[in-house]
């Protein structure tokens, strides 16, 4: 199933929208946060006339399960230029995610780059990259991993076999596969996609449940794979953050997140 | 008249709180977007039992002027560790601010840091740096240096005069002036006080709207000068961020945040 026909959103009523966690876009069973925001989103700017996502804030309440979901939405503010939207995901079991975002329209963003004072990520040219595929006989790598086409940079991959690199950061190639087109709900999973940064920092780390997820958007045209970076610089005070760069393949950053993540105590 | 006395609401229906936007907290006629949300977080976090913030989004739909405001507040869900809580902070104008946040007790944050893969900012002590002061025959820079007392890196203070340092930092340190304890609600103004690290970058950029602004808080006590460090990385698409570190004296990292602002176009 493509990652379009798995967000897509039947309008219900006047600001019920419903749709589905499908099945297999999980980890340990657990749908993926930039999944579900993805849907969520869907609906969020189908509420707002088709306007896109440019910043979409997620707090996540409940694990969701693959099943039946509504989203209520609300167009709290409908201006000239951007709209401000909230949504409520829920399935069954209840409230999942709650959103706040704002959305424009597709050219609002213009391609003008005034200032970059950081680096693209560095990464071998994808073929030289390691192919992430879901584990036959373990949870990770998880099955979501048959939904997307990961190919992580060498130094970073030893965390998919048990042996991280001592530095907390995960770097590598993003696409759909069969060449389906990448659109800004894309982005929303993409940023959320990839092995947490801090397994490879060799912490006795399990897996830490995200609290807060934040996605800037940049753009609404993206071309050809995205090249992703994610680091981790603080585990303290019970929280870790984070942070990640998507550019696409012709050099323009297409998307920026940051998450907050819970540590069990 | 103090941040508390400045940000202070009272309930005034079951989930609607008042309050105001106090003269003197702005920037060019505007109200401070960091001062406006800590006054509808204290109305979240009264909202949710005196939880207090652990991460609060804001999305500006309108600027603030002075006068009263009323924060109409939903607590989402109120879990076993944090509720999840959403405000309208509205003026007699309209909606200014739309927030989503989720809110802990007390005493959910740990004093341990297990990973700390970035350095403190550096900064000479208090003593050493330039007091931001209110101009007064110009707009910047701005009346709400009266309310807090800020001291900035000389290396990143000569934008205050116009003469721009050419690299997008700002670092400074933060304290409310009297001897007024800090909160995690001082927090959310602090992340937002500093004159905007990319005037440091000598753009031809007059003032940048903010559109949306995320917080995180890592710890509810909060010892001494606040160190603080702003940086701005992409200046593309018409959109720039500008990510914040603030610290505390004593060396722990006590908030992070990020703003997303619009290029007039």
Chains 1, 2 share one sequence.
């Not at 990961?150 to 995960?170: C, F, N, V, W, Y």
């Amino acid at each position: 199933m493509s990652f379009d026909s798995a967000t897509a959103v039947q309008r219900a009523d006047n600001s019920i929208w419903t749709g589905a966690i499908q099945p297999g876009w999980d980890i340990f069973d657990n749908a993926n946060g930039g999944y579900m925001m993805a849907i969520a989103a869907r609906a969020m700017s189908a509420a707002a006339d088709d306007r896109l996502p440019v910043s979409v804030t997620a707090h996540f309440t409940r694990p969701g399960k693959p099943g039946p979901v509504s989203i209520a939405t609300e167009v709290v503010r409908a201006g000239r230029t951007f709209s401000t939207v909230r949504a409520d995901l829920s399935s069954e079991a209840g409230l999942v995610l709650a959103m706040l975002g704002s959305f424009a329209d597709a050219d609002r963003s213009t391609g003008d780059a005034l200032l970059i004072d950081s680096g693209i990520p560095e990464l071998p040219p994808p073929e030289a990259c390691v192919l992430a595929r879901p584990a036959v006989d373990a949870p990770l790598p998880p099955p979501l991993m048959d939904k997307v086409e990961e190919r992580i940079h060498p130094d970073d991959a030893g965390t998919l076999l048990g042996k991280p690199s001592g530095r907390p950061q995960m770097r590598g190639w993003f696409r759909l596969p069969d060449g389906e087109p990448m659109t800004p709900f894309t982005l929303l999973m993409a940023a959320d996609a990839f092995p947490p940064a801090v397994f490879n920092a060799s912490l006795p780390l399990a897996w830490t449940p995200t609290l807060e997820m934040t996605t800037h958007i940049r753009t609404t045209h993206i071309d050809g794979w995205l090249r992703c970076q994610f680091t981790t610089r603080f585990v303290t005070g019970g929280y870790l953050e984070e942070d990640g760069e998507v550019w696409d393949e012709s050099g323009r950053l297409v998307a920026q997140s940051r998450q907050m993540a819970l540590l069990p105590r």
